[in-house]
């Protein structure tokens, strides 16, 4: 168990939908990084926050939205799914803001139908 | 851009020999390197860095090996045990964000 708890498991739902995934990182960590891992691919960068701020942003589509809250949890809300949004989505938390001890929980599979 | 690259999308070794995985970089300003392993349905782990003011770093059976001139890093697994089979990504940090290559499956065979 590497602390980084992400719900739910797997998810399963149909074009056109909107999911939240939700993610609490480590203790301690403040900040909470999202990458996704579409198929055969490297995981990408998506966006990440840092005690309730953005800090960084990569190539989120404008359909994605995440935010964390006061008690450090973050959701990544995914809208007006495509059959392409079928992914891996892993969450990753860090105490400050690089990425010495980066940890990363075990994702959350989404499969659009 | 791929940015990091891991043109062995899988590699199959024999218990006990060397398993020898390869990345490759173009954007110099990259200045440290990651390797995570991967196991199913887990997360990626931390297995073993450089910083590109060294060409290899050693950490029990794993040495990463780095050839700036090159823009080319290496992990050499050494004896490769069954328990290696996993996925392996290189990676670089760029401020708090990290380039992931694709990926490389490593089967070791008992």
């Known amino acids: 168990d590497s602390g980084v708890t992400q719900t739910p498991k797997h998810l399963i739902t149909a074009t056109g939908q909107r999911v939240t995934l939700r993610c609490s990182p480590r203790s301690g960590d403040l900040s909470v990084y999202w990458y996704q891992q579409s198929l055969d691919q490297g995981l990408q960068f998506l966006i990440q926050?840092?005690?309730?701020?953005?800090?960084a942003k990569g190539n989120i589509l404008e359909r994605f939205s995440a935010q964390q809250f006061p008690d450090l949890h973050s959701e990544l809300n995914l809208s007006s799914l495509e059959l392409g949004d079928s992914a891996l989505y892993f969450c990753?938390?860090?105490?400050?803001?690089?990425?010495?001890?980066?940890?990363f929980g075990s994702g959350t599979r989404l499969t659009v139908v | 851009d791929q940015q990091v690259k891991q043109n062995s999308p899988s590699l199959s070794v024999q218990e006990g020999r060397i398993s020898i995985l390869n990345c490759d970089y173009t954007n110099s300003m990259f200045d440290y390197f990651l390797w995570y392993k991967k196991y199913p349905a887990e997360g990626p782990t931390f297995l073993i860095s450089i910083s590109s003011i060294k060409d290899k770093n050693e950490d029990g059976r794993f040495t990463v090996f780095l050839n700036k001139s090159a823009k080319h890093l290496s992990l050499h697994i050494v004896p490769s045990q069954p328990g290696d089979s996993a996925v392996y990504f290189c990676?670089?940090?760029?401020?708090?964000?990290?380039?992931f290559g694709e990926g490389t499956q490593l089967t070791v065979n008992p």
């Open positions: 990753a938390s860090s105490v400050g803001q690089g990425t010495y001890g980066y940890t």
């Open positions: 990676a670089a940090p760029t401020g708090s964000r990290l380039t």
């Open positions: 926050y840092y005690n309730g701020e953005e800090r």
